[in-house]
């Protein structure tokens, strides 16, 4: 059974920063094959992809719309991957979500993606 659990969600004021964690276990999850993403969704509207950081050290992929602001890491002893997120604004203000793909290429839509973390809250106030 695999799990991911984030973490670091809060409350910051416009223009602060937040640092997300999602860390992985199970018996059988080989954390360093599996292409790790963060997702997002926003009160009434539909889930979106953030950031995605390829299993084999690929680029990162970003939305447009946290280019700059966000950067995805992993740490593969650790089993955990991260997000830091600077000069937050209002509008990110979601449910952020983790989830795992299996030698994934680094997928924008959450169908590839097998395993998701219950989210953590981020609330950015103007």
């Known amino acids: 059974q695999v799990q991911l659990v984030e973490s670091g969600g809060g409350l910051v004021q416009a223009g602060g920063s937040l640092r997300l964690s999602c860390a992985a276990s199970?018996?059988?999850?080989?954390?360093?094959?599996?292409?790790m993403g963060w997702f997002r969704q926003a009160p009434g509207k539909e889930r979106e992809f953030v950031a995605a950081?390829?299993?084999?050290?690929?680029?990162?992929n970003y939305a447009a719309s946290v280019k700059g602001r966000f950067t995805i890491s992993r740490d593969n002893g650790k089993n955990t991957v991260y997000l830091q997120m600077n000069s937050l604004h209002p509008e990110d203000t979601a449910v952020y979500y983790c989830?795992?793909?299996?030698?994934?290429?680094?997928?924008?839509?959450?169908?590839?993606?097998?395993?998701w973390g219950q989210g953590t809250q981020v609330t950015v106030s103007s």
């Open positions: 989830a795992a793909d299996k030698l994934g290429i680094g997928a924008i839509i959450s169908h590839p993606y097998e395993y």
């Open positions: 199970g018996r059988t999850f080989n954390f360093a094959t599996y292409t």
């Open positions: 950081i390829i299993w084999n050290g690929g680029s990162p």
